[in-house]
């Protein structure tokens, strides 16, 4: 059962070891007041939802963990900084990187939100190499969950499943790109993916975010035997039964 899986790994001085432990494990009070007083990074205990941290004078990729952090906690930033956010991390060519600077700077800005309206609405598809992670896919993770509800749903369908494949991208990463955005995709062609791609070898962890995706569609998927991707995925249903 996922509650005595995390109460074991806590017995035994488990600390959260990623961003997706700390981010999945903020939405359980329980576990939150566990595991505090071992987490004791100021960026860490921001995304435990237990502390703040500075930006100032950090790394990109700091500052990207702050932002998001922060939005997890409904902070909102300041628009100027997270528009040289997401133009920063857009030089890296990671989407590691790219995507949550570009969703913390398009929960606070119209203007990001509506160009990616627009790019949406134009029902055109381009093709992407596998592994690429094109920028109308950053639209979608970005703020698709107030765009993708006012789509024609054989346009959503095609979205989808256009989109679907990036889920590897996400899983391997830890981002949990696709988590605000799954109650509004096409759930049959995101399980299809989910069902397909979590039989294949993968990244510890990769499989929990798959298995904690499939919480969220009422789809029950193996996160496999290692413990860092049951923990991730005990997480989410804890997360997900705490509401």
Same mark, same amino acid.
């Given at each position: 059962?996922?509650?005595?899986?995390?109460?074991?790994?806590?017995?035994?001085?488990?600390?959260?070891?990623?961003?997706?432990?700390?981010?999945?494990?903020?939405?359980?009070?329980?576990?939150?007041?566990?595991?505090?007083?071992?987490?004791?990074?100021?960026?860490?205990?921001?995304?435990?939802?237990?502390?703040?941290?500075?930006?100032?004078?950090?790394?990109?990729?700091?500052? /990207?963990? /702050?932002?998001?952090?922060?939005?997890?906690?409904?902070?909102?930033?300041?628009?100027?900084?997270?528009?040289?956010?997401?133009?920063?991390?857009?030089?890296?060519?990671?989407?590691?990187?790219?995507?949550?600077?570009?969703?913390?700077?398009?929960? /606070?800005?119209?203007?990001?939100?509506?160009?990616?309206?627009?790019?949406?609405?134009?029902?055109?598809?381009?093709?992407?190499?596998?592994?690429?992670?094109?920028?109308?896919?950053?639209?979608?993770?970005?703020?698709?969950?107030?765009?993708?509800?006012?789509?024609?749903?054989?346009?959503?369908?095609?979205?989808?499943?256009?989109?679907?494949?990036?889920?590897?991208?996400?899983?391997?990463?830890?981002?949990?790109?696709?988590?605000?955005?799954?109650?509004?995709?096409?759930?049959?062609?995101?399980?299809?993916?989910?069902?397909?791609?979590?039989?294949?070898?993968?990244?510890?962890?990769?499989?929990?975010?798959?298995?904690?995706?499939?919480?969220?569609?009422?789809?029950?998927?193996?996160?496999?035997?290692?413990?860092?991707?049951?923990?991730?995925?005990?997480?989410?249903?804890?997360?997900?039964?705490?509401?």
């Amino acid at each position: 059962m996922p509650e005595a899986l995390i109460r074991e790994c806590i017995d035994g001085g488990w600390v959260p070891e990623n961003d997706a432990e700390l981010r999945l494990a903020r939405r359980v009070a329980w576990v939150v007041d566990a595991v505090e007083s071992r987490v004791t990074g100021d960026i860490d205990r921001a995304l435990l939802g237990v502390g703040t941290a500075d930006p100032a004078g950090r790394t990109l990729e700091d500052r /990207i963990r /702050i932002a998001t952090a922060c939005f997890d906690g409904g902070v909102s930033g300041q628009a100027g900084d997270l528009a040289a956010l997401e133009s920063d991390a857009m030089l890296t060519e990671r989407p590691d990187l790219f995507i949550p600077a570009a969703r913390a700077f398009a929960q /606070i800005s119209t203007e990001r939100e509506t160009s990616a309206r627009i790019a949406l609405s134009e029902q055109s598809l381009p093709y992407v190499f596998p592994g690429d992670v094109h920028p109308l896919m950053m639209d979608v993770l970005a703020c698709g969950e107030r765009i993708l509800p006012a789509l024609h749903v054989d346009w959503l369908r095609k979205l989808t499943a256009w989109l679907a494949p990036a889920v590897v991208v996400d899983s391997a990463a830890m981002g949990l790109w696709f988590w605000p955005v799954l109650d509004v995709l096409d759930i049959k062609k995101m399980s299809r993916e989910l069902s397909k791609r979590i039989k294949r070898p993968a990244p510890r962890g990769a499989r929990g975010i798959m298995a904690a995706y499939g919480t969220r569609l009422a789809l029950p998927l193996d996160p496999g035997p290692h413990m860092e991707d049951r923990r991730i995925y005990a997480l989410s249903v804890l997360g997900n039964i705490a509401g």
